[in-house]
């Protein structure tokens, strides 16, 4: 059983986890998730590692509260233990050594999920960490005081102004590149639309993109083939091969079309919960 | 002396068991054990005996069921195979031990399985003893996988007086026989049986512990274990390549097995794990993986299942049991085709496939006869699901994150068969992880092949 310390309540939707886990805590590096379970019938989910404390032994998890699970999840208080929690999983994020300019892009929870690679970058010294998040609105923005301290830039989106630049990632991304600025890398953890936009606004300028995907598993240790995707046209297994590879080369669509195989499934699910709590 | 037929199991009738998940084949009664033992001609030498990769006392633990010493029987198979109630279930006899019996050269062989079957049963039922353990010896050994290969690894490690601790990667110990091999073919009550039995013995089971990820073999070491057993199994499932094996509704076996046996879909919504499945449902492959795969998918609603293979009949790798079983079910089969591509609609969905039709050609490494594919002969089945069962490969995670653990071309772990050893010192390594997808008895007797050399390796180093 795995307890949480601590609860962070980030927005309407989205909540902080800080997990007790130390064997996970003492071997996790940025790039890699965990799978959970919750209770004996509940499924597993994957989710990001979002930071992690050797000392303490703890993980932070952020997640949004989309459906059964994750809205379970959040019923969650400090003090309340889940049943699995494995980790850590995928293979570790990781930069070529003479890369200086990085640009790291986070879009809703793919904002906590970049924070441990820009925390690691910035403590590495790279020369500049340019990092984009973008909300709906403002009230959705999450993390923003941790990601500014591990940032030299923070720039920020949203999609009706309240808040920095009025518009999407790639709307300021689109305006770096413009302005001439040394590019190196560009790193990408959001919804998987965003994703694709971000590799389509970088591959007529060849930036080397990373895009972390985030397909329906179930092991998460390379047994089932549930989170195959197609990069460079061969299968990949996102969960030992990845979750990160390179955006340009990765099948978007099928990703997106494979996501919504259990919306049906999904509905039942969520709304015979719904019914069991309202009772 | 009136010849006494070979004794038939009882068995569900196939009408009702295609809608629930007990067990099929329902034992022997002591009194058919009883007569099915006398078949036994208790040869001076019992070719049985050679033909059982274990070589389990064959004659001798029949000869003590036809006197009705049940227990010692049992006894006497343990000294050589720890999981009986499991192996009697699932073990291909027909091309082992029951394959060499002289009785079945003439009519059939003595149903050998069946009698292993119901004295581990009968054991149960009568309580199981748990053997009295020597003091610790204070050494300390990690296992990783808690399959049949590490499972009975660790048992042997514990009589010795060893602290032995299984790390497995899945929320449920049992590798295999938890997620792969569904409930009708072996139920949980007999895994539950064994997996406590292990746990008297003193044996620790760490489960969410994916090692290489969690601790790598050098952690573990660090950690004060002396020797460490790999026993990770060949989890890796395999794809075909062909155009749209991406398309929904397309499965590996591992996936929908796992689904099912391990996460419990066909239970949803009681359970959150989902499953997609349509109406008629195509399983590709002919071996044991294929016809339980195809058999769960009638069970959980598919409507019809074919099995499709790209050899004849005649070379299915499949136990014969199973494929009489699943026939009697209601799958049907499609010999001597292949896919060559998924055809899905505008959303993605799974909706048809093209197959080809195949000949036999000459025999291959295999000894098989291969098969060669009919130019023209394509056409295509309308379907909503495709289960993949066409085999596994190695599980990786280890090998990549241990230097010095060789592996051989196929991605196997290079391990001596006699005593485990790999190229790393303090490292053996067992089952499908070394041999290749194999079975449940092959996996058993390379556990205690290397608990015997672990043994060895630590006294002497000591
Ligand atoms: C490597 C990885 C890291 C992730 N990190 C985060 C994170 O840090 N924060 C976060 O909020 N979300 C993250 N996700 C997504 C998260 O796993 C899903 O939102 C969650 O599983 C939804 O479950 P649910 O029951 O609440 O919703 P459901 O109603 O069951 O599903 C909603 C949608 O989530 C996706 N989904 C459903 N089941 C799974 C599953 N078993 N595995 C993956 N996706 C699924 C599907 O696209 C589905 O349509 C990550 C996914 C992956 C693969
Ligand atoms: C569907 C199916 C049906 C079968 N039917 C039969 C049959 O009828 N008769 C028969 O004899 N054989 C059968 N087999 C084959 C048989 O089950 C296997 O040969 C046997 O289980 C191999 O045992 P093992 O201990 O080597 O590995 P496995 O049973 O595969 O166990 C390996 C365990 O290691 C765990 N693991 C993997 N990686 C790690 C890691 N990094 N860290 C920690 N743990 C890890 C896995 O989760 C798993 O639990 C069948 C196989 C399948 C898939
Ligand atoms: S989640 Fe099962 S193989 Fe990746």
């Known amino acids: 059983m795995y307890k949480i310390l601590e609860k962070r309540v980030l927005s309407s939707d989205i909540k902080w986890f800080n997990i007790y886990a130390p064997q996970v805590a003492k071997k996790a590096k940025a790039g890699q ?9 509940g499924e597993r989910i994957p989710l990001t590692i979002a930071d992690y404390d050797r000392e303490k032994g703890t993980i932070l998890i952020v997640f949004q509260e989309i459906g059964k699970t994750t809205k379970l999840l959040g019923t969650l208080e400090e003090g309340d233990e889940i049943l699995d929690f494995v980790g850590p999983l995928g293979i570790p994020f990781k930069l070529e050594e003479n890369v200086e300019n990085v640009v790291l892009i986070g879009g809703g929870v793919g904002i906590p999920a970049i924070y441990p690679k820009a925390k690691e970058l910035y403590k590495e010294g790279k020369k500049r960490i340019i990092s984009i998040v973008g909300a709906r609105n403002k009230d959705l923005l999450i993390m923003r005081e941790e990601m500014e301290t591990s940032s030299h830039e923070l720039l920020i989106a949203t999609d009706d102004g309240s808040e920095g630049t009025k518009g999407f990632v790639t709307t300021v991304l689109q305006n770096l590149i413009d302005e001439g600025r040394d590019l190196d890398v560009v790193i990408a953890v959001g919804p998987t639309i965003m994703m694709k936009m971000v590799a389509k606004t970088t591959r007529p300028y060849n930036i080397p993109t990373l895009v972390s995907l985030n397909p329906i598993m179930v092991d998460g240790t390379g047994m089932c083939g549930s989170c195959r995707v197609t990069v460079g046209g061969q299968v990949k297994f996102a969960c030992v091969d990845g979750p990160i590879f390179d955006g340009h ?4 669509d099928e990703l997106m079309r494979r996501n919504k195989m259990y919306v049906d499934k999904e509905r039942v699910s969520l709304e015979l919960w719904e019914k069991e709590v309202q009772r | 002396m009136k010849k006494i037929p070979r004794q038939h199991m009882p068995e569900q009738d196939p009408k009702e068991r295609i809608h629930n998940f007990e067990e099929v084949a329902l034992g022997f009664t002591a009194e058919l054990a009883q007569l099915e033992a006398e078949r036994c001609l208790n040869c001076p030498r019992p070719f049985c005996v050679e033909g059982c990769p274990v070589n389990i006392k064959i004659p001798n633990f029949i000869q003590l069921i036809k006197a009705g010493k049940f227990k010692e029987a049992v006894m006497k198979i343990k000294e050589d195979n720890f999981l009986p109630a499991i192996c009697g279930r699932v073990c291909p006899q027909e091309s082992q031990c029951e394959a060499k019996c002289v009785v079945g050269i ?38 990783v996988g808690s399959g049949p290969a590490g499972i009975s690894c660790s048992v042997d490690l514990a009589k010795m007086g060893y602290e032995v601790t299984i790390f497995e990667a899945l929320h449920e110990p049992g590798g295999v026989l938890t997620y792969g091999i569904p409930p009708f073919r072996l139920p949980r009550k007999v895994l539950k049986n064994e997996l406590e039995f292990v746990q008297k013995l003193g044996v620790k089971i760490v489960t969410d512990a ?8 050098d952690d573990l070491f660090k950690e004060g274990y002396e020797a460490v057993f790999i026993a990770v199994g060949a989890g890796t499932p395999r794809f075909m390549g062909i155009e749209g094996e991406n398309l929904i509704g397309v499965y590996s076996a591992s996936e929908f097995l796992t689904r099912i046996n391990l996460m419990h879909a066909h239970e949803f919504p009681e359970y959150d794990t989902p499953i997609q499945l349509g109406k008629r449902v195509i399983v590709v492959g002919g071996g044991n993986v294929a016809m339980d795969a195809a058999r769960t998918a009638l069970r959980i609603g598919a409507g019809e299942v ?8 005649k070379e299915m790798p499949a136990r014969l049991e199973e494929i009489g079983h699943a026939e009697e079910e209601g799958v049907k089969f499609e010999f001597l085709v292949n896919p060559v591509r998924f055809i899905g609609d505008e959303n993605g969905w799974l909706r048809g496939v ?33 289960i993949i069962a066409i085999g596994q490969a190695s599980q990786p995670i280890v090998a990549q994150t241990t230097p010095g653990l060789e592996l051989n071309k196929r991605g196997y772990v290079i391990a001596d068969e006699e005593t485990g050893q790999t190229t790393r010192e303090g490292v053996f390594a067992g089952g499908d992880i070394v041999t290749g997808a194999a079975t449940v008895i092959s996996a058993m007797g390379a556990g205690r092949k290397a608990a015997k050399a672990i043994h060895e390796y630590i006294t002497k180093k000591n």
């Open chain 2, 306 to 313: 074919v099995v499709v293979y790209r050899r004849s009949r």
């Open chain 2, 210 to 217: 994916v090692v290489g990820y969690l601790y790598t073999i």
């Open chain 2, 106 to 143: 003439k009519g059939e062989p003595v149903a050998i399985g069946r009698l292993e079957r119901f004295v581990a049963d009968w054991e149960y039922e009568h309580g199981v003893e748990v053997p009295e353990l020597p003091p610790p010896n204070g050494h300390r050994v990690a296992i």
């Open chain 1, 33 to 41: 998730f965990v799978v959970l379970r919750i209770h004996e019938k």
């Open chain 2, 354 to 386: 093209e197959l080809i039709k195949m000949e036999l050609g000459e025999p291959d490494e295999s000894g098989r006869r291969r098969p060669v594919p009919i130019e023209g002969s394509n056409f295509i089945m309308d379907i909503d699901n495709a």
């Open chain 1, 249 to 252: 080369e990765v099948d978007f």
